[in-house]
């Protein structure tokens, strides 16, 4: 049993490898800081994420269990932040409990992740009942690597059946949290079908946004993140969960022989640009950065991604230096000066 628990962290490591073109140190990076004292990308962010697929229990206490298994994998990998499925712990149970019942499990199952995260020294998202004023909600808790509770996001988009339970819908108005590696936010399962949360994370900093699910999204996941020009991250109860960077490109995902935990490394220090005109100022930028930095042209859409390979190299910088604008910016800039021509 040992020995095939071995095999599979190597499978998953190689895996990570493939997926995303990154080369992982042995045994993984412990978290964000470490990563520029082993050369690696200064915002290098390791990430995993679960899918219950063919995960069943009895309790939601055993599935909670079931749940911790899976994650033994990840630790090889020292992970930064870890999600997991919408409403998890009452998820592919097979006893049956009233509402009520599944809504007063919440407080254990918070209590329990918040002390595997700081054993673990990860933050967490921890997809569960929450109730205040007498109302609840299908949320999602957000906990710190110290085990404590930054706050949470309540699902804005529930469906019908939700509504009929006594569930409330949550803001239109998605908080983000700021985490020691970056800005993060959070929409959950019903919530891809509308656009308006999802852009008001992107406006608000957000840079990589977890999707907790009953159901895999498919290529929705994928163009939320090109969309929004942020990774996306997605834990589901059935089919795959996976991580996409900011072009939409699946960096690892779950499958036949991974088929409960991705996890993988991401970097948070590139900027998605447009290709025009400032095609032009890509031959400069890597004779001057050499290795430390890698361009990658998506030539049909005329995208381009400018990303830092080295801890000494900021992309803000080098978009500065080389007066670029990024993809939102030059958007913006463009529809000021529609606007401004339409008045003439």
Not at 11 to 16: K, R, T
Not at 212 to 217: E, I, K, L, V
């Amino acid at each position: 049993m040992k020995k095939n628990m071995i095999s599979r962290r190597k499978f998953l490591s190689a895996s990570a490898m493939a997926a995303g073109g990154v080369a992982i140190a042995p045994g993984g990076l412990a978290n964000a800081a470490e990563a520029a004292s082993t050369g690696s990308a200064a915002r290098e962010v390791w990430v995993a994420s679960v899918s219950q697929m063919d995960m069943t229990a009895e309790t939601p206490a055993l599935m909670v269990e079931k749940i911790f298994e899976v994650l033994q994998e990840a630790l090889v990998f020292k992970p930064d932040i870890i999600c997991l499925p919408e409403l998890f712990n009452t998820s592919n149970i097979k006893r049956k409990y009233t509402f009520k019942e599944e809504v007063a499990f919440s407080p254990d199952v918070i209590k329990q992740f918040s002390a595997f995260a700081k054993a673990n020294n990860c933050y967490m998202i921890c997809p569960v009942y929450t109730e205040e004023a007498g109302n609840v909600y299908n949320a999602a808790v957000v906990l710190d690597r110290q085990g404590t509770r930054l706050g949470e996001y309540r699902k804005a988009h529930i469906v019908e059946d939700e509504i009929s339970f006594g569930i409330t819908p949550g803001t239109l108005s998605p908080p983000v949290f700021k985490t020691d590696f970056g800005i993060i936010g959070i929409q959950i399962c019903f919530d891809i079908l509308w656009e308006d949360c999802w852009r008001k994370l992107r406006e608000n900093g957000a840079e990589i946004v977890f999707w907790p699910s009953a159901f895999a999204g498919g290529q929705m996941v994928n163009t939320r993140a090109w969309q929004n020009r942020y990774h996306v991250v997605s834990s589901t109860r059935k089919d795959t969960a996976r991580i996409c960077d900011i072009s939409g490109t699946e960096i690892a995902k779950t499958g036949i022989w991974n088929k409960n935990l991705v996890c993988a490394p991401i970097n948070l220090e590139k900027a998605f640009v447009h290709v025009w005109p400032h095609v032009f100022q890509f031959d400069k930028i890597r004779e001057k950065y050499g290795r430390k930095i890698r361009i990658t042209i998506f030539h049909e859409e005329e995208w381009a991604i400018i990303e830092s390979l080295a801890p000494d190299v900021k992309v803000k910088d080098v978009l500065k230096d080389f007066n670029i604008r990024t993809f939102e910016q030059h958007v913006q800039d463009s529809e000021a000066a529609q606007v401004k021509a339409r008045k003439q």
